[in-house]
């Protein structure tokens, strides 16, 4: 709605996993390293957690684009599901056809010649899980079994789970002391500091722009989206988006305090009273003093 105001060429803040939106912090930087590792060298199992919206199915799906046709990749999202329909949502991901009246020595045979063919040709197999803290511990326990499948060499299933911070907690279950000790690789993943939030939405600002995108975000407008989102990658999208939005409306192409302000209590969920209390703001200069201190961003 408001691209072509701000010379877009298309909307830079929307919160869907896309890899060419994927920014590189330091930290995701290294986690990307890390996975990539993990993967091409056949390790077997990676665990990633994050707060809710910390960018860990972008950081996955950047990783799969990476990859390319080397691999043969699975994402699993629905993870509420019995282990059984949890071992056939994975057998079709991989495009594996399963009777419907197979049963579960079936299903994982058919899956082992599956990933030892891929592995005869050369191609990775990837299976990445979301919402790891989702599943049971006897979901769990089916995907350990999985992991058994290896040659001499190498481990031919290469599992990624992803979850929110207390899958940690999940994981120290006694039952599943076999899968912890066969996780290679662990990151977590912080909300962004407010520098790289600055950096952040510039980035994805110009990666929108075909040319250069014709608007600015002044100093205080991000110290209040920083305030709010707390660094968190899905807050920063949806702020700004709104403030995109409101800014449209009004005409005009700074993007101050007061209308990321307005974007916030108006326009978004404000269940902890963050934006509505009238003082929250009280000391926020005016668009003529942000315009003449020149802070933006």
Same mark, same amino acid.
Request: with cysteine; hydrophobic share 40%; glycine share 6%.
């Given at each position: 709605?408001?691209?072509?105001?701000?010379?877009? *060429?298309?909307?830079?803040?929307?919160?869907?996993?896309?890899?060419?939106?994927?920014?590189?912090?330091?930290?995701?930087?290294?986690?990307?390293?890390?996975?990539?590792?993990?993967?091409?060298?056949?390790?077997?199992?990676?665990?990633?957690?994050?707060?809710?919206?910390?960018?860990?199915?972008?950081?996955?799906?950047?990783?799969?684009?990476?990859?390319?046709?080397?691999?043969?990749?699975?994402?699993? *999202?629905?993870?509420?599901?019995?282990?059984?329909?949890?071992?056939?949502?994975?057998?079709?991901?991989?495009?594996?056809?399963?009777?419907?009246?197979?049963?579960?020595?079936?299903?994982?045979?058919?899956?082992?010649?599956?990933?030892?063919?891929?592995?005869?040709?050369?191609?990775?197999?990837?299976?990445?899980?979301?919402?790891?803290?989702?599943?049971?511990?006897?979901?769990?326990?089916?995907?350990?079994?999985?992991?058994?499948?290896?040659?001499?060499?190498?481990?031919?299933?290469?599992?990624?789970?992803?979850?929110?911070?207390?899958?940690?907690?999940?994981?120290?279950?006694?039952?599943?002391?076999?899968?912890?000790?066969?996780?290679?690789?662990?990151?977590?993943?912080?909300?962004?500091?407010?520098?790289?939030?600055?950096?952040?939405?510039?980035?994805?600002?110009?990666?929108?722009?075909?040319?250069?995108?014709?608007?600015?975000?002044?100093?205080?407008?991000?110290?209040?989206?920083?305030?709010?989102?707390?660094?968190?990658?899905?807050?920063?999208?949806?702020?700004?988006?709104?403030?995109?939005?409101?800014?449209? *409306?009004?005409?005009?192409?700074?993007?101050?305090?007061?209308?990321?302000?307005?974007?916030?209590?108006?326009?978004?969920?404000?269940?902890?009273?963050?934006?509505?209390?009238?003082?929250?703001?009280?000391?926020?200069?005016?668009?003529?003093?942000?315009?003449?201190?020149?802070?933006?961003?």
């Amino acid at each position: 709605m408001y691209e072509k105001y701000y010379n877009l *060429s298309t909307g830079p803040f929307h919160n869907t996993p896309n890899p060419r939106f994927f920014f590189e912090t330091e930290q995701h930087r290294e986690a990307l390293a890390k996975l990539e590792y993990t993967v091409r060298n056949k390790r077997g199992f990676a665990l990633i957690t994050g707060d809710i919206g910390s960018g860990k199915t972008t950081l996955t799906r950047t990783l799969a684009r990476r990859l390319g046709t080397d691999a043969k990749i699975a994402m699993i *999202s629905n993870t509420r599901v019995s282990p059984d329909q949890l071992l056939r949502l994975i057998a079709e991901e991989f495009g594996i056809e399963i009777s419907p009246n197979a049963d579960k020595a079936t299903v994982l045979s058919q899956f082992r010649r599956f990933v030892q063919n891929q592995h005869a040709v050369g191609r990775t197999v990837v299976l990445i899980i979301d919402e790891g803290q989702c599943l049971s511990i006897d979901d769990f326990e089916e995907v350990r079994l999985l992991t058994n499948l290896e040659s001499e060499t190498d481990k031919m299933l290469q599992l990624l789970i992803l979850g929110q911070p207390e899958l940690r907690d999940i994981l120290k279950h006694p039952r599943l002391a076999p899968l912890i000790q066969r996780i290679v690789m662990y990151t977590h993943l912080k909300p962004m500091s407010f520098d790289d939030t600055t950096r952040y939405i510039a980035f994805r600002l110009v990666r929108a722009s075909g040319d250069r995108p014709e608007v600015d975000f002044s100093r205080e407008a991000l110290d209040v989206i920083f305030r709010y989102s707390k660094g968190v990658p899905r807050l920063i999208n949806l702020v700004c988006d709104n403030a995109l939005l409101v800014g449209y *409306s009004n005409d005009t192409r700074l993007i101050d305090s007061s209308i990321v302000t307005r974007a916030i209590s108006e326009m978004m969920p404000n269940f902890d009273g963050f934006a509505t209390e009238t003082n929250s703001f009280a000391d926020e200069p005016s668009v003529e003093q942000e315009i003449d201190h020149g802070r933006r961003l």
